[in-house]
């Protein structure tokens, strides 16, 4: 049973924070923990402004959200890390290879699907992830 997940990105401020915010309200009623940090995090800064509008405007809200850098404890504390890309998978295994085995793609469950960054993109880039991962997050939810 998971009780601890942890979504990866690479700056912890697009990405993972939105799928955070998604995946925490899907599991509200099952007492998991949700968290997201970040493998290059810019640290302390706030969720993309893009990225908030669209979590806004599908009724979730990441206004709290600071920036964190991953670090091995959280890896350690994690019972499930959830990542947009193969090579964040790669990365993280290299800071910690005991989380190899409970390490996996958020589109796992749609072929294993990666989620592009949407950083210092248009609108639209932002508005095709925000699917992807509402796609990611429903799909994993069956599974928690």
């Known amino acids: 049973m998971f009780k601890n997940i942890l979504v990866v990105?690479?700056?912890?401020?697009?990405?993972?924070?939105?799928?955070?915010?998604?995946?925490?309200?899907?599991?509200s009623a099952k007492g998991i923990q949700v968290s997201s940090a970040g493998l290059g995090a810019l640290v302390d800064h706030r969720i993309d402004a893009t990225a908030q509008q669209l979590l806004q405007e599908h009724g979730f809200d990441g206004g709290a959200h600071r920036a964190r850098q991953i670090s091995p404890a959280l890896l350690s504390g994690a019972d499930l890390v959830l990542t947009m890309e193969r090579k964040h998978i790669h990365r993280i295994i290299a800071i910690a290879p005991e989380a190899s085995g409970k390490t996996?793609?958020?589109?796992?469950?749609?072929?294993d699907r990666e989620i592009p960054d949407p950083y210092r993109q248009q609108r639209q880039a932002f508005e095709h992830v925000h699917a992807l991962m509402a796609e990611g997050v429903g799909s994993w939810v069956r599974y928690l």
């Open 9 to 27: 990105c690479v700056g912890n401020i697009c990405r993972s924070p939105s799928a955070e915010v998604m995946l925490r309200e899907a599991v």
């Open 104 to 111: 996996f793609l958020l589109g796992k469950w749609q072929g």
